[in-house]
C-alpha cells in the first residue's frame, strides 16, 4: 500500500524557514511526478511546487518562487520543500502528492487535482506576524 507520510510543519514568525518532509514508502518517486500542495482555511487547494525526480525539473507557484525549493532524496525515498522567508499568507495545511504519471511535471501551469494518485495526511505551517 502506497503511503505519504509529511513531517516539518511548525509555527514560525514571518520571514522565519520550516524544511517539510515526504516519505514515500513502497513508491518509486523516480517515476512519477511528485509535488506539494496547500489548503488555507475555507479556500480551495493549490499546487505549490512539483518535482519528476528522473531529470529534477521542476515548477513553482508564483505565490512561492524564489522563497520554496522542492528537492528529492533518492536514497531515503523522500520530497522535501524548503520554505523560506515566510508570510502569514503562507499559512495552511501542507500536503505531499503523489502524481499518476509523470507528465504532470511538464505542465508549466497549475494541474487539476484529479491527476493526484495518493496524498499525505498533511502537515500544517503556520506564520505570524
Known amino acids: 500500500r502506497v503511503q505519504l507520510v509529511e513531517s516539518g510543519g511548525g509555527s514560525v514568525q514571518a520571514g522565519g524557514s520550516l524544511r517539510l518532509s515526504c516519505a514515500a514508502s513502497?513508491?518509486?518517486?523516480?517515476?512519477?511526478?511528485m509535488g506539494w500542495f496547500r489548503q488555507a482555511p475555507g479556500k480551495g487547494r493549490e499546487g505549490v511546487a512539483r518535482?519528476?525526480?528522473?531529470?529534477?525539473?521542476?515548477y513553482y507557484a508564483d505565490s512561492v518562487k524564489g522563497r520554496f525549493t522542492i528537492s528529492h532524496d533518492n536514497a531515503k525515498n523522500t520530497i522535501n520543500l524548503v520554505l523560506n522567508s515566510l508570510k502569514p499568507e503562507d499559512t495552511a495545511m501542507y500536503f505531499c502528492?503523489?502524481?499518476?504519471?509523470?507528465?504532470?511535471?511538464?505542465?508549466?501551469?497549475?494541474?487539476?487535482?484529479?491527476?493526484?494518485?495518493?496524498w499525505g495526511q498533511g502537515t500544517q505551517v503556520t506564520v505570524s506576524s
Open positions: 502528492a503523489a502524481f499518476k504519471d509523470r507528465y504532470a511535471c511538464y505542465q508549466g501551469d497549475a494541474v487539476a487535482l484529479d491527476r493526484v494518485a495518493y
Open positions: 513502497e513508491y518509486a518517486p523516480r517515476s512519477n511526478c
Open positions: 518535482i519528476y525526480p528522473g531529470d529534477d525539473r521542476t
